[in-house]
Structures are given as structure tokens and as C-alpha cells.
């Protein structure tokens, strides 16, 4: 089966005066090749969804990073993960460490945990067919932790709008135990990553924060373009351009898209750094050593989390860098800057608001005490804090027709299919897949085997290929057009946790731990039998 254009578009605005949270672990491959977004349908369905979902305070999209650290991808080449419209999630090992199939990106938001290399443990969950799992891998599960978090803020407080979440993960979320060699501090006193965003979020300090947390000011657009240019880059050197920027609508940052017109022989040599005023420099794409394509970037919104809560005036810095070979040529065509944020203090918290400090990034409200500008970075200690507060308990809750031109680049068929109800897909809370994003096992990684590659596909070797995206299906289903809650079988290939167990049997000395967990997930299992989530969750 094809997930269209059409088809992410009925998903992805589906039911959304009922559904608060949708959950998704799929986008387009991770081979490191790939450069591809969110279609004309799929757009607009974003655009209704932040717009007029939950009541007009927004559908909130969490979005899995993506798995392609192997080979070297860039989530910012995701136009799904890299959306203004997303919260993206990266994970984080139990012992703090970048995953290897992580993909560093500055339009990360934050991190839960996941799964690691071999003999670092995994993530517990439900399963198909009314089991329960240990072997649940990747962002795919982190993603959905995350969920469960938000879930857990709605709980408290009903009124937190689509924004209003991403600030709340921004001022709460914890560096931690998490180890980088890429922190750095932005012009507001926040640590940030590429590849933990502003860490790992914490549930509590989230929820407490959102009991006196005050909806954010009115979103502010305001776009610097650069004068027409054709600006060579040749092998082995970079180029460096700049804009001034004034914006009166915009003084507090949330993000910035820098879309990007650029060609060059072979895109993978290219390198990308955006300077904000501030002195806080994003990496909007680095090398991607599988890049063959010759279609460069076509007006591509590139975007960056890492200066939010900055003012916009002043000179930004784009340069861009070409490490090829004598043969690769790059031009810079144009370049233009979208900021979006709002004009009054975003955090406008009761008076009486008591906030957990444990956070490092809970900083000041005032940015005008922190944006100075730096002549060299802070590099605090990464081990202040003791303990990580992430829950394990899900519950939340939360039609499109408006004309648009998509920012992303066409590069799949667009065909006009109509809605009709036996081609909506939607996700069982009941029944979670454990692990189907095809990550290659602790014996394929460590054994060299070939994997298969993950099903999210447009673009082969450069070349633009028209035909609608591919997916795996076995974690999808159709709803019943005559029963819109009750979720017809799944097209299920089985449980992936037969296939682990017989070729990994557990530790021993785990073996009482795995017992509890897995006595905790049956009961949660029993628990959402009887109890109706208003929760989705896709992982194809």
C-alpha cells in the first residue's frame, strides 16, 4: 500500500477537535541522501491543524528526529522533523550518550530516552496483539514518550496551545547527565545541542510550569530577503554572507527558517552555518557523505530552535561550505530569513508561579539580561543534576480546505486524490508497534550484515523520482467508515519481540527487572483496554 500525499493529509488531520496529540515516527529515508517534505495535502493539513485544531488552540505534532545516523543524515533535510509545525525528538541512551542512529540537526527541540549500542537497555512498551515488549528501539520510541509527556501537561492544564507547549519544553527541558561535544549557550543563557536540542525534557517541571503557565502572545512572521546574487563557492573554501535584519512585529524569538537557493555539482559536500547577532551558531546542514545529487537546494526552509528567546536586529551570518573535490561547484542563487515570535515577553507565568529551578535552562524571562554579545562560549559541567524525571503513564486528547503554496520542494506526484473514508490510516493505542522502523540489530551493527534501509522514499541517488512515498504498513490500519472509534484488524506481519527473543535470549541478571517492567506494562495494557485514549500514535 502507498501512503500518498492524500493520505498523510487524512492522518495527519484527522478528527482534530477530538484528538490533542499525534505522534508520528515515520518521514522520508534515512539514507543520508534524501532531501524531502510534507506535500501540498499533508501542508494544509498542518496549517488546519495549528490553526484550527483543539478548538483553535492547535493540534500538537510530536515528530520523531529520525534514525540515519549511521549514515550520516541530517534531520534538517526532513521537511516533516524540521516544521515550525513539529516538535522534534531526539533520544538519548541510559547512560547519556548519542545514540548511533541519531541524526544531529538545529531543529531539534529536545530528547527522551531510547535505546542505545549493545547491553545498554531498551525501551518497555505494549505490543500487538496484547502484548507486551522490552526491544522497543530508535526515535520511534522516543517520540512517543514525549506524547506522553504532553499528555500529562494537558492534564493540568487545558488551555496550553500548540506554541505554548514548544515553550514550555524550551524553558523546562535538562541538560543533564546528557554528553555532547557540541553544547554551547545562546544569546539568552540557554544550553543547546544539535543533537539533544535543549535536553531531555522533564515531566515535572513541565507540568508544574503549565498549571501557571499564561497562553503566549499572538505569533509574528516577519522575512528578510537578500538582493539577487550568484555567488560562487569553489572546492575547499566557504563563502560568507550577511543580512541585516529589523523587524519591528518580532523582539522574542521562537524559530527561524533561512531558505536557502543554492546549486551545486555534489550536494553532500556542502556545509551550512547560520550566526545570529548574538554570536549563537546553528548548523542548518553539515556533510552528508552519501549526498550524490545534483539538485543542490531549492529554496529549502532550513530551520534553527537554537536562538529562541533572542532578539532578531542585527547582521545575521550565513556561511556556506564547500568541501569537495576540484570538480564540485556550488552557486549561491538567493537566501532569505523567516522569523517568527512575538512582539511582547512570551513568558507571561501568574505572579504566584513556583517553578522547578532544576532545569539549567529555565533562565530569566528578561532576555535583554542575557543577549550580549559573546566573545567566548560558557562550557558549564554536564553533571549537576542527580536524577531525570521522565513519567510512564500516557492519557490525552486534543477540516482543511484553505489555499496555499507549500514551502517545500516538489518532488513526488501530486495528484489530487479524493478523501474517501477506506483510505484514512490511524494508530491503536492498544496496540503500539514495538519496533517497526527496521533499525538493524546488536548483531547486525556489531556483525557487519547488511539491514534494510527504512521505507520513507522519494529521491534515489540524486535523481527526482515522481512517484508518491512508500511506506511499511504493518503498523497501520483503516477505520471502519460505519464506526469511526472502533479500529478494524491490524495488517500486522507479528511481533517483532518473537523474532528479538529468539535471537537475543535476556540477561540473567536482568531478568527481575525485565519481570517488573513487564508486570507494569501488562497493567497498562489492561489499563487502556478499559480506559478510551484520545491519543494517535503512527509509526510506519
Known amino acids: 500500500m502507498d501512503v500518498t500525499d492524500a493520505v498523510e493529509a487524512r492522518s495527519i488531520g484527522h478528527a482534530n477537535q477530538h484528538i490533542d496529540i499525534y505522534s508520528a515516527s515515520w518521514g522520508p529515508d534515512d539514507d543520508g541522501k534524501t532531501v524531502d517534505g510534507p506535500g501540498e495535502l499533508a501542508t494544509r493539513a498542518f496549517i488546519e491543524g495549528v490553526n484550527k485544531g483543539r478548538n483553535g488552540l492547535g493540534s500538537i505534532f510530536i515528530w520523531a528526529s529520525g534514525n540515519g545516523g549511521r549514515e550520516r543524515d541530517d534531520c534538517n533535510c526532513d521537511g516533516y522533523t524540521n516544521s515550525i509545525w513539529t516538535l522534534s525528538i531526539s533520544s538519548a541512551t ?6 548511533w542512529y541519531s541524526e544531529s540537526c538545529s531543529s531539534t527541540l529536545a530528547t527522551t530516552y531510547s535505546s542505545g549500542a549493545y547491553g545498554e537497555k531498551q525501551i518497555v512498551t505494549t505490543d500487538l496483539h496484547h502484548r507486551c515488549t522490552n526491544t522497543h528501539t ?13 499528555a500529562l501537561v494537558l492534564q493540568a492544564n487545558k488551555k496550553i496551545s500548540w506554541r505554548d507547549m514548544q515553550h514550555l519544553v524550551v524553558l523546562t527541558a535538562n ?6 561535544n557540541d553544547w554551547h549557550v545562546n544569546g539568552v543563557g540557554r544550553k543547546v545541542s544539535h543533537s539533544f536540542g535543549y535536553g531531555l525534557m522533564d515531566a515535572l517541571a513541565m507540568v508544574n510550569l503549565a498549571k501557571e503557565w499564561v497562553t503566549v502572545p499572538a505569533q509574528k512572521i516577519c522575512e528578510t530577503r537578500s538582493n539577487p546574487i550568484d555567488k560562487s563557492i569553489p572546492f575547499k573554501s566557504y563563502v560568507e554572507l550577511s543580512l541585516e535584519v529589523h523587524c519591528d512585529k518580532v523582539k522574542y524569538l521562537e524559530h527561524v527558517q533561512a531558505k536557502i537557493n543554492l546549486t551545486a555539482n555534489r550536494r553532500g559536500d556542502i556545509h551550512i552555518y547560520l550566526i545570529s547577532p548574538a554570536g549563537t551558531k546553528s548548523t542548518l546542514v553539515a556533510e552528508r557523505p552519501m549526498d550524490n ?3 543542490g537546494f531549492q529554496n529549502w526552509p532550513f530551520m534553527s530552535v537554537q536562538t529562541w528567546g533572542e532578539k532578531p536586529d542585527g547582521k545575521w551570518k550565513l556561511q556556506i561550505h564547500n568541501e569537495g573535490k576540484y570538480h564540485n561547484r556550488a552557486n549561491l542563487k538567493e537566501w532569505s530569513l523567516v522569523m517568527y515570535g512575538t512582539s511582547e515577553n512570551p513568558d507571561r507565568r501568574r505572579k504566584s508561579a513556583t517553578t522547578d529551578n532544576r532545569s539549567s535552562n529555565n533562565v530569566l524571562a528578561n532576555n535583554e539580561a542575557h543577549q550580549t554579545s559573546r566573545n567566548k562560549e560558557r562550557n558549564d559541567p554536564l553533571n549537576k543534576y542527580d536524577k531525570i524525571y521522565i513519567p510512564t503513564i500516557l492519557q490525552n486528547q486534543p477540516n482543511h480546505s484553505s489555499k496555499f503554496e507549500s514551502p517545500y520542494e516538489r ?5 489530487k486524490v479524493p478523501f474517501s473514508n477506506d483510505t484514512v490510516i490511524q494508530m491503536d493505542i492498544d496496540n503500539t508497534p514495538n519496533s517497526n522502523i527496521n533499525l538493524p540489530t546488536d548483531q547486525e551493527i556489531f556483525g557487519g550484515n547488511e539491514i534494510d534501509k527504512t521505507t520513507r522514499n522519494t529521491e534515489k541517488n540524486g535523481n527526482q523520482v515522481n512517484k508518491p512515498k512508500n511506506y511499511h504498513i504493518n503498523s497501520l ?13 491490524l495488517d500486522g506481519k507479528g511481533s517483532v519481540q518473537n523474532e528479538f527473543e529468539n535471537n537475543h535470549p535476556v540477561d540473567s541478571s536482568g531478568l527481575s527487572q525485565n519481570r517488573i517492567a513487564y508486570g507494569l506494562c501488562l497493567l497498562l495494557s489492561i489499563f487502556n483496554s478499559l480506559y478510551a485514549f484520545k491519543f494517535v500514535h503512527v509509526n510506519v
Open 94 to 99: 541510559e547512560n547519556g550518550l548519542v545514540p
Open 175 to 180: 541538560p543533564g547527565n546528557l554528553q555532547a
Open 411 to 415: 518532488i513526488f506526484e501530486n495528484k
Open 138 to 150: 530508535g526515535t520511534s520510541a522516543s517520540a512517543p514518550l514525549a506524547a506522553g509527556i504532553a
Open 293 to 295: 545529487s545534483r539538485a
Open 477 to 489: 490500519q483503516q477505520i471502519d467508515p460505519n464506526d469511526p472509534v472502533k479500529l478494524t484488524k
